[in-house]
C-alpha cells in the first residue's frame, strides 16, 4: 500500500491554493491594474526559485467529512532567490478578503509572521509585497474578543532592520499595519495610480474629519513619495518596481555579518573625465548639474537613486567604485543652492544610517551653503533636523571621504566630514568654506564699522573682498586643514584608491551596529 | 501640438527671462533665469518647442511650481 491517495490530496489541495481568491476575484485584481500575489511573486524572483511554505493553509469547507474546497489564506510567502541570492518574500493576498489578516495559530507573514522568521533566523533578505489594509474588525467577532493593538507586535521587523536588507514593495492600497510594515524597511518603492499608502483609508478619514478624498490623493504617489517622502521610490509599472527592488538588492550584503558584493569592474579606476575640469561654472551664482557630475566620477551605469523626488536638495545614491558598493551623498545646487530643509537632512539621515548598517563606506559630494534658512525653515524645525543630521554622521563607523566641490559652510558642512578622525576631506579648487558664507556674515560681523562708514554698501563690499583673499582654499592647505586640493580630474582615483584600502578596516569590522545615546 | 508649462522647482524671483514669444527653443535650453538662495537656478524646457506664453516678468516673485513659461510642442 502508498500513500498515492495522500499525495493526489497534496495535489489537490495546492491547486486550490493556486486558484487564490476565486477567477471573479483574480478578473477584479486584474482589471484595476494590478498582479495577483503569484503572478508578483513569479515576476520579481529567479525563474523556478520560489519554494513556498504553508500552500495549504486556509479555511476548509467539509460534506460529510469530505473535503469540498479550501480558500486559502490570504498571505503567499516562502524562500526564493533573486540574483541567485535566497530571499524570504511574501504578500498580501488582495483576492482573498482585501488581504486582512489571518486569524490562524501562526501568522504566516505581516509582522511578527514566519517569513520575518527566516529573513532572521537564515540571515538572508526580506521582500514585503504589501497589498492590505491589515485587520479588520471582522476578527472581533470571529475571536468573541478585541484583542490590544500590536498582539503580532514590530518587535521582529524592529530587529531585522539591524540585521538583514528589508524591502517593501507597495503593490496595491496599504493601510494600518500593512503600512507601518511597509515603513519599517530599508528601501521601499510604490507603482504610479495603482498603489496608495496611509495610516488610515478614506472611510476613516471622512468618519473622523468630515473629509472627501479618494485614496489616490491621499497616498497615492505624489503624496506619499514627492511631498511626504514615506516611500521612497516611485516605478511606473509593477514590472519597475521589482526592477528596482532587484537593484536595490544588488549593492546590499545578504546581512550584517557579511561585506556588500564587490563585482568587477571593467571601467578603469584611474579614469580622469575631463569634463569635471570644467563642470563647476567660475561664476559663483550659477550652478550646474551634480548628477552629471557623480555620474563622471563612479563606475559607468552604477548609480541607483534612493528618494530621487523627496528632499531633493540634496541626491542620495548608491554605486560603485571599482567595482565596490558606496554611498553617494551629493548636494544639488539646483535645488535652493543645495540648502539643507528639513526633508534633506531626514533623506540624509535614513540614507547614513542605511549605509552605516550593511558596511557600505560613505562619499561626500559637498556644495551646501548651510541649513536652509527663513521663517518657514525655522518653524518646519530645519535646525532640529540639521542637528539630526550631524548627529547620525558623527555616529557612522563606516569611511567617509568627503569631496568638497564648491560651498562648504555652517553646521551643514559640518555634517559632511569628520574633521578629527581618519575620513579623509578634500577639495577642489572651485572649493570655499568657512564657518558662515562672507556675503551676511560681514554684514552681521561689521554691522557697526559698516553703519559708521560715509558708504555703508562700498565699506561693506570692500570688507567682502578683503576677507575673500582669506577664502582660498589653496590657503586651507597649507596649513593641513584640509588633507589636499585635487584636480578635478583626479577625483575617480583618489577615491577608489582609499576606499580600495578601507576594505580591511571594512571586513575585520562586520556585525550589527549598536545603537546609543539620544538622536536630537 | 500640446501645450507644456514650464514650472520653477524652486521659490525665489524672476532674474532673467532668457526667451522672448514664438522663440523656437530646444529641450533642455534654458527659459528663464530665478534667483534663489543667491544662485541663478534655471528654468529648463523639458522638450522642443516655440515659446507661446510668458507667465512672469523680471522682478516678480515666484513660488515652488509655479508655472512661468509655456511652450508648444
Known sequence: MSWQAEADEIARRRAFADQLGGPEMVARQHDAGRMTIRERVAGLVDQGSFQEVGRLTGSAKYADGVLQSVTPAPYVMGLARIDGRDVAIGGEDFTVRGGTSWGSSRRKGGQGGLVEDLAHNYRIPLVNLIDGSGGSVTSAERRGYSVLPGIHGFEQSVRLLGEVPVVSGVMGTAAGGPAGRAILSHFTVMVKNTSQVFAAGPPVVKRSLGQQITKEDLGGSKVAVDLAGTIDNVAETEQAAFGQIRRFLSYMPQNVWELPPTIACSDPADRADEELLSIVPRERRKPYNMRRLMSLVADKDSLFEIQPRFGRALITSLGRMDGQVVGIIANNPMIYGGAMDGAAARKQIHFIDLCDCFHIPIVFLVDVPGFMVGLQAEQAATLRDGMRAVHAAMQATVPILTVIIRKCYGMAGMATCDKNGLDLKVGWPSAEWGSLPIEGGVAAAFRREIERSPDPAAREKELEAELREYASPFRTAEAFAIEDIIDPRETRAFLCRFLNAARGRLATSLGPKPKYGVRP | ?73
Do not use: F, Y
Open chain 2, 1 to 73: 501640438m500640446a501645450k507644456l508649462a514650464a514650472k520653477s522647482e524652486v521659490s525665489g524671483s524672476v532674474w532673467k527671462i532668457e526667451v522672448t514669444l514664438g522663440q523656437k527653443v530646444a529641450e533642455g535650453d534654458t527659459l528663464v533665469l530665478i534667483e534663489s538662495m543667491k544662485m541663478e537656478i534655471p528654468v529648463i524646457a523639458e522638450q522642443a518647442g516655440a515659446v507661446a506664453s510668458i507667465l512672469v516678468a523680471e522682478g516678480d516673485a515666484i513660488t515652488e511650481g509655479q508655472s512661468v513659461v509655456t511652450l508648444e510642442t
